[in-house]
């Protein structure tokens, strides 16, 4: 299935040169953990994870599913 991603602060390096955003083709079911590891975004850091625009608190990565079509954004922790 096809979803779209979007990476921010530092973690566009998980796509193609250059990219912050991009289609990837997926399985059906995958979870958010899941994508993060296809990504290779580290398990032991907190990320900021929005399913079309919606926040995914961590407790729910091993059990929301993605569907086709949906927009999956990820950032790290913003400190100021």
Same mark, same amino acid.
């Given at each position: 299935?096809?979803? &779209? /991603?979007? #990476?921010f602060?530092?973690?566009g ?11 990837? /083709? ?8 899941? #994508?993060? &590891?296809? #990504?290779?975004?580290? @398990? @032991?850091?907190?990320?900021? #994870? ?7 608190? $961590?407790?729910?990565? @091993?059990? &929301? ?11 790290? $922790?913003?400190?100021?």
């Amino acid at each position: 299935m096809k979803i &779209r /991603v979007k #990476l921010f602060g530092g973690l566009g390096r998980a796509l193609a040169p250059g990219e912050r955003s991009g289609e990837m /083709v997926v399985p059906a079911n995958m979870t958010p953990r899941e #994508l993060m &590891r296809r #990504l290779e975004l580290a @398990d @032991d850091r907190f990320y900021i #994870l929005l399913v079309n625009d919606a926040a995914v608190p $961590p407790e729910a990565y @091993d059990s &929301r599913k993605i569907a086709e079509g949906e927009c999956v954004t990820i950032c790290p $922790p913003i400190a100021g």
